[in-house]
Every structure is written in structure tokens, then in C-alpha cells.
């Protein structure tokens, strides 16, 4: 039996995901904590949104892991995985918008699948200046952070790639990655045997952010399939954002971040939103994290005058259709029959398109699945929040 979800556009499931335990250390626990305390939910709820608090996983810190130097800390990954997953899917069944605030970026794979359990077809924008593409043979720290993506399209640590069931979670051509920057040799090896989108850094910079980023939606069928945002605030440049334990000059700043989360948000299939790898340790002013909720808090308000207006066009009367024109003279009529041929021809690309580095041969895209809605169990269901 299909659970059919009934999307609410004003209201935000808020949950925390305080684990550093895939990074290179501690602190990333600390990022949910520190951005409520700074303002995160009332200034959401000035926005416009009806802000249900689901509260915290389990807290995981990072622990020099020696023993596992091909993937440290596995096990506590798995273990805030597993919990998060659940209160995530509660989240998708409520109809708000699950926003999950990291933690480090393993987070992704609970959202995911968290989504792939109501929706068969998920694609993914990852907002983040590295690609997260490694694997245990490849990685030179062992940090999962780093081949979060790898595991995401099926490839890496069996426990990671089984965390759902059938994988891959998401399909390569159903995946963005934008705002790379930063790429290791193997990475780039991969990603050159891939279909999957890449827009890096300097096209974004280059073409315009709200271009790419609507070029990165077309691209992995956003029409068609829901789709999470992941957002690693690392993808800011530290000349304008430091608080994160992998800032670096250079990317984009925190005005291209700001319209590329403009365009992303505003999507009607957008299915959850996570934020990663704020480090509070590393704000000790707290002006990282205003700066992080007055970027959220304005591409959210983005996102609701978008729909607002939508829903607006959708609901106006259909317009009668005008008199006819009087016949034109005959030199306006060669004039218009003149255009109207110009017009038949077929149009160039668009300039402001940005090349999405795609690598390796075209493959032919599968034909989309119906229904969207998975099959699923309703008596293993978790419960709704209450708004």
C-alpha cells in the first residue's frame, strides 16, 4: 500500500544530526546546538514558516581511529546513521520539509534514503567544494567525509553501500556536483569514467550562479524526480566564511552561494535540505553561524514568495482570448511572414548554460519510473510530527 505524502510549503521539520565522527575531528557535533541558540528557528519562523522541532540524534564525536585507517570511525558512522534515518523519514510523512543541520557530510546517506523510502526516483545537488568521491583503497586521510558521494552511487565500504537496501541511493546521471574546487587524482579519475554533472567552481563564477544552478536542476531531472540539496558550507569562500574545518581561499562567495540557494530551494520537488561541517569551535564571536541563518533565512523567504506566486497563476481565471487583428499592410505582412521563418529556425544554446563536464561517452537516460510514491509497510511507519 502506497503512503500518499501531502506536501506542506510552510511548514519545516527542523532536526539535528550533531556527529563529527566522519570527519577529521571534533566540533561539527556542536553545529546544531550552536545554530539554534544563534537564532536558526525564530528567524525561519519570521520568514514565513510554521517550524516543528524534531530535536537531536545521538551525538558522535570524532575518535582517532588508527586501527581502521581505510575508514575510521565506521562504526560510529553507522550508528548515527541509524539513527537519523528514522527522523528523517518522520520529517517526509509529516509533508514539511525535513531540514537536517550537520554535522559532517555522512548525514547524506540517512536523508536519502530517509526520501527513497516515499519517493522511487531521488536525485541529488551536492553543494560542496570538494567531490567526496574517494573510496577505502584510495583515500589518503581514511575519512569517510571524504567518499560520502562514492557510497551514495554504490561504490566503497559494504556496510555504507548496503545502508540502503538496493543500491545505488541515487543514480550518477541524477547527480550534481557543484562548486568543486577541490579534487584528488583518483577523484578526478573517476569522475572522468562518469556520467554524473560537475560544475566547478570557476563556471559558476564564470556563467552566473543562478545559471548553473538552474542548468544543474534540468540536468538531473528535478522535474520529474524529488531531490535533496546538500549544502557543505565549505563550498563559501573563507574570504568570507572561516567557521568550518575546511575553509580555504578561493570558490564561491557568499553572494553565489546565496543565488545559487535561491534557485535550489525554490523547486517544488525539493524533498529535504541539509546543512554540514559548520564548526562552532571555530566562531567564537558567532558570526559564522549569522551569517549561515541569514543565508538560509533568505533563500527560504526566496522559496516562499516562488510558490506563493505559482500558486497564484494557477488559481487566476483563463483570460478570453482578444479580437482578431485587422489584416496587416502588405509590407507588414511580408515583414511578419519574414520573422515568423527566422523564427522556425532552430535555436542556439544559451550562452549563459554552463558546460556541466560531463565525461565519458553519452549514455542514453533510463525511462522514469511511475508512480513516484514507494511501496512501503504503513504499519512500520513512524509517527507524524505535530505542528
Known amino acids: 500500500m502506497a503512503v500518499k505524502i501531502i506536501r506542506q510549503p510552510k511548514k ?44 537531536d540524534s545521538r551525538a558522535h564525536v570524532f575518535q582517532p581511529d588508527e586501527d581502521h585507517p581505510r575508514a575510521r570511525n565506521l562504526a560510529a558512522v553507522l550508528s548515527a546513521l541509524n539513527d537519523l534515518r528514522p527522523r528523517v523519514e518522520q520529517a517526509v510523512k509529516s509533508g514539511a520539509l525535513p531540514v537536517v543541520i ?76 557543484f562548486g568543486l574546487e577541490r579534487l584528488d587524482p583518483p577523484e578526478d579519475a573517476a569522475l572522468a569514467r562518469s556520467p554524473m554533472r560537475r560544475y566547478m567552481a570557476a563556471d559558476v563564477l564564470r556563467l552566473g550562479a543562478a545559471a548553473s544552478a538552474n542548468a544543474a536542476l534540468e540536468r538531473v531531472h528535478v522535474a520529474s524526480h524529488e531531490f535533496v540539496l546538500h549544502f557543505d558550507v565549505d563550498v563559501i569562500s573563507s574570504e568570507d566564511f572561516q567557521a568550518t574545518n575546511y575553509a580555504a581561499a578561493g570558490g564561491l562567495r557568499v553572494s553565489d552561494v546565496r543565488e545559487a540557494l535561491e534557485v535550489f530551494l525554490q523547486q517544488k520537488n525539493l524533498a529535504a535540505v541539509e546543512v554540514t561541517v559548520y564548526n562552532p569551535a571555530l566562531d567564537p564571536d558567532g558570526s559564522g553561524a549569522k551569517l549561515l541563518i541569514e543565508l538560509l533565512a533568505a533563500a527560504f523567504t526566496k522559496r516562499l514568495e516562488v510558490l506563493a506566486a505559482t500558486e497564484a497563476m494557477a488559481a487566476a481565471p483563463a483570460v478570453s482570448a482578444a479580437p482578431a487583428a485587422s489584416a496587416p499592410e502588405p509590407e507588414a505582412a511580408s515583414s511578419a511572414a519574414a520573422a515568423a521563418a527566422n523564427s522556425s529556425a532552430p ?41
Open 12 to 55: 519545516i521539520a527542523l532536526i539535528g544530526a550533531p556527529t563529527s565522527a566522519a570527519a577529521m575531528a571534533a566540533g561539527h557535533e556542536r553545529a546544531p546546538a550552536a545554530l539554534r541558540e544563534a537564532g536558526l528557528v525564530p528567524r525561519l519562523q519570521e520568514a514565513g514558516y510554521e517550524v516543528a522541532d524534531l530535536g
Open 102 to 177: 550537520g554535522g559532517d557530510c555522512a548525514i547524506a546517506l540517512a536523508t536519502i534514503s530517509a526520501v527513497h523510502r516515499y519517493y522511487r526516483n531521488v536525485s541529488l545537488v551536492w553543494m560542496d567544494r570538494d567531490a567526496d568521491m574517494n573510496i577505502p583503497a584510495t583515500t589518503p586521510s581514511g575519512c569517510i567525509d571524504g567518499m560520502v558521494v562514492s557510497h551514495i552511487i554504490g561504490r566503497g565500504a559494504p556496510e555504507l553501500v548496503r545502508f540502503w537496501g538496493e543500491p545505488p541511493l541515487v543514480r550518477e546521471p541524477d547527480v550534481a556536483l
Open 347 to 387: 535555436a542556439s544554446p544559451s550562452a549563459a548554460e554552463p558546460a556541466a563536464h560531463d565525461s565519458g561517452p553519452p549514455q542514453s537516460e533510463e525511462p522514469l519510473e511511475s508512480p513516484q510514491l514507494a511501496t512501503t509497510d504503513p504499519s512500520s511507519e513512524p509517527d507524524t510530527p505535530s505542528f
